[in-house]
């Protein structure tokens, strides 16, 4: 079984950055695919961005190109996701995401993700 747990939410200002980190712990290995989701209030889960077991891979939704910037540690276990020029629309629980299953967590496709956390809160004042 494999724990992720997230930090570094927040209530930034709009144009502001946060550094979201996510700590995996329990049966991880080299080609553990993770990746950011979030959800709005009252809006579906979204992808946000995903990276691959070695990092060699990232995938970025469309309005984060640019701004995010997914990465990861793999002798601390931790991906993080480093976030610029953040506007209002960025506000949501953002939920890391961790998958056995696939190479890459792909847009749209929940099913490939076999474990989440619990969510940290971002908000961006106007």
């Known amino acids: 079984q494999v724990r992720l747990v997230e930090s570094g939410g927040g209530l930034v200002t709009a144009g502001g950055s946060l550094r979201l980190s996510c700590a995996a712990s329990?049966?991880?290995?080299?080609?553990?695919?993770m990746g950011w989701f979030r959800q709005a209030p009252g809006k579906e889960r979204d992808f946000v961005a995903s990276i691959s077991g070695s990092g060699g891979r990232t995938l970025y939704r469309d309005s984060v190109k640019g701004r995010f910037t997914i990465s990861r540690d793999n002798a601390k276990n931790t991906v993080f996701l480093q976030m610029n020029s953040l506007n209002p629309e960025d506000t949501a629980l953002y939920y890391c995401a961790g998958s056995d299953s696939v190479y890459l967590i792909r847009p749209g496709q929940l099913t490939e993700v076999d474990y989440w956390g619990k969510g940290t809160l971002v908000t961006v004042a106007s």
């Open positions: 329990g049966r991880t290995s080299s080609t553990f695919a």
